[in-house]
């Protein structure tokens, strides 16, 4: 079993420990929530200030254009391209995933008029199935089929997470979406748990989307984003058709006409002081080798599995290849478990009815923080420290 003198060696042998020093961490908390809300990255704060007070401030609506602020959801696009495998002009930032994903679907469902089944994951997170919920309640005579029954020849488009919210499962992007394809179907991927934390590449689907302020780190309330393959760029409709993905938005004119390229799935006014943060943050992305943080991480959650062994019932495949960036266990009292867990500086997250999260961003969790968090999970269950009534309350955000 590694103990912490050798936990610390694998620190100072880890070629990504630079990065820690890069990011705000309080002191006396291993914090393993990356999963649901990354960390703030030290030069965030500057660049936000910046945009406040010397662009707003000082060159008030003058921004727009003297200081890009009109043209960031294309040039971050650009930037967040590379973290999912696809090419410059193909990613619009904006909005949040949610949003995102009703433009995918929407668009998907036109492109396969002579279809009206949408294949979605009964593990797929809430807000994709709510979406689907929506969208075809209000286009009725859809049928929403479930994944498990692995039947695609009918369908127009399948929804589906390359990781599990929940589970932390992986999925096989690639085997995927050449078996959608081979139905006929089209592919929309959910990376909200797979960016930042693997090499992504969603270059064959026909979109793809995500958030930003998980393991991107960038910030509460961050822009999501939208990849739309070129191959659409010229028939997918945008159904959000705003001014922002108009041809000319500053023409004024009565109908839309869509901008060419990937420009028509902007929708409105993007949200300049969260695109700061976003900007921020990938400053450091820039600089990071995938591989490496697919390696840490592999090698942070099965040191996690083994130390934790069977003191509770891992619920994540035990194959590191077969999962994402976070461990997740059951247990019956998983909520009050969590909160005396981060009563204790381990700071997980409960997702009901029964799991607890364990998120690992392989940029500022070290292999101590581990092995930390490790032993108060022992010990908290060891000593039933959980049992404690003042766990027993919910709050709202779990
Ligand atoms: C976090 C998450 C979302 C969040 O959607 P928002 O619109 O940003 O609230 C969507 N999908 C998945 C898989 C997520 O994990």
């Known amino acids: 079993m590694p103990d912490r003198d050798h936990c610390l060696a694998l620190d100072a042998a880890d070629p990504l420990r630079a990065f820690r020093d890069e990011f705000v961490l309080p002191e006396g908390v291993v914090y393993l929530v990356g999963n649901s809300l990354g960390a703030l990255p030290r030069r965030t704060a500057e660049r936000v200030r910046r945009t406040v007070e010397d662009e707003w401030g000082k060159k008030l609506v003058g921004g727009w254009n003297a200081s890009g602020w009109y043209a960031q959801p294309l040039t971050v696009g650009d930037r967040i391209a590379p973290l999912i495998g696809v090419g410059p002009g193909q990613v619009v930032a904006g909005n949040t995933t949610s949003i995102a994903i009703f433009q995918a679907l929407a668009a998907a469902l036109k492109l ?77 991927w959910d990376l909200c748990h797979s960016a930042g934390v693997m090499e992504v590449d969603v270059s064959a689907a026909d979109f793809a989307v995500g958030c930003t302020y998980k393991y991107l780190n960038a910030g509460p309330g961050a822009p999501a984003y939208l990849y739309v393959n070129p191959r659409h760029h010229e028939t997918a409709e945008n159904v959000l058709s705003g001014w922002f993905g108009h041809a000319e938005p500053f023409a004024f004119e009565t109908d839309f006409r869509p901008a060419e390229g990937i420009r028509r799935f902007a929708v409105s006014t993007p949200h300049v002081v969260s695109f700061a943060a976003l900007d921020a943050a990938l400053d450091i992305w820039e600089r990071v080798p995938m591989a490496q943080v697919r390696a ?45 867990l981060i009563d204790h500086g381990v700071h997980g997250d409960f997702r009901a009815p029964d799991i607890l999260r364990f998120g690992f961003a392989p940029l500022y969790t070290s292999y101590t923080d581990v092995h ?10 060891g000593k039933e420290l959980w049992r404690d009534e003042k766990y027993a309350r919910r709050l709202a955000v779990t």
């Open 112 to 188: 396969r008029p002579d279809r009206r089944v949408i294949v979605s994951d009964a593990d797929n997170f809430p807000t994709d199935h709510y979406i689907v919920q929506g969208l075809a309640g209000l286009l009725g005579e859809y049928e929403v089929r479930d994944l498990a029954e692995r039947r695609f020849d009918d369908a127009a488009v399948v929804l589906l997470s390359e990781v599990d919210y929940r589970t932390g499962a992986r999925q096989d992007v690639a085997a995927v979406t050449a078996e959608a394809h081979a139905a006929g179907a089209l592919i929309i």
């Open 296 to 340: 840490k991480s592999k090698a942070l959650t099965s040191l996690f599995v083994e130390l934790v062994g069977d003191a509770l019932e891992l619920v994540s495949p035990a194959d590191p290849e077969a999962r994402g960036s976070q461990v997740s266990y059951r247990h019956p009292d998983g909520y009050p478990v969590m909160r005396a």
């Open 372 to 381: 930390d968090a490790a032993a108060t999970v022992l010990e908290v269950l």
